[in-house]
T-cell receptor, first 116, second 112 residues
């Protein structure tokens, strides 16, 4: 069974640009969550999508948005990039809603975004 | 405010030695606690998931304990190997809602 895949793996952008990251969950998984990971802050929750609907959102500005398609694949978009957006962006998929007891989350390898 | 605190922030041990990582949380009402291992440049991988009624869970050389009364968990690594060098992240979820609360992790380095 294929794991969670994320594309691209590495990305370099300049301030002001926008970027779209893609996540393909494990087959059959309906929940996709996105996280930002930086050395100083650790893993921070961005949002969760389940059955094409955003179910939960972290404390990030509106420049961060996402969507989920009918095949559960998800995209995350960041507009008007800032230097502070440089981070590893991870997505995770699971069968049930994130946080559900015994519902295991499987993480992808991440997309390393560098903003210059 | 739901918080998860991990200690130590970093740890260096010799190969073959044991070590224990700590996780204290204020998440309430408690639902479950997870430990993840994250190798450099890779996504986290789940080691254990424990609910309120479980106070010990093992996964090979990894043993997690949970004291829901004191809101503390520990991850014990036995007979460490070089491949154990990674960041270990404690994650706690509350009964209300589905949000996960992440600790900042403990960075473990196992040296020969």
């Amino acid at each position: 069974k294929a794991g969670v895949t994320q594309t691209p793996r590495y990305l370099i952008k300049t301030r002001g640009q926008q970027v779209t990251l893609s996540c393909s969950p494990i087959s059959g998984h309906r929940s996709v969550s996105w996280y930002q990971q930086t050395p100083g802050q650790g893993l921070q929750f961005l949002f969760e999508y389940f059955s094409e609907t955003q179910r939960n959102k972290g404390n990030f500005p509106g420049r961060f948005s996402g969507r989920q398609f009918s095949n559960s694949r998800s995209e995350m978009n960041v507009s008007t990039l800032e230097l502070g957006d440089s981070a590893l962006y991870l997505c995770a998929s699971s069968l049930a809603r994130t946080g559900t007891t015994h519902n295991e989350q499987f993480f992808g390898p991440g997309t390393r975004l560098t903003v210059l | 405010k739901n918080q998860v605190e991990q200690s130590p922030q970093s740890l260096i041990i010799l190969e073959g030695k044991n070590c224990t990582l700590q996780c204290n949380y204020t998440v309430s009402p408690f639902s479950n606690l997870r430990w993840y291992k994250q190798d450099t440049g890779r996504g986290p991988v789940s080691l254990t998931i424990m609910t309120f009624s479980e106070n010990t869970k093992s996964n090979g050389r990894y043993t997690a304990t949970l004291d829901a009364d004191t809101k503390q968990s520990s991850l014990h690594i036995t007979a460490s190997q070089l491949s154990d060098s990674a960041s270990y992240i404690c994650v706690v979820s509350a009964l209300s809602g589905y949000a996960l609360n992440f600790g900042k992790g403990t960075s473990l380095l196992v040296t020969p």
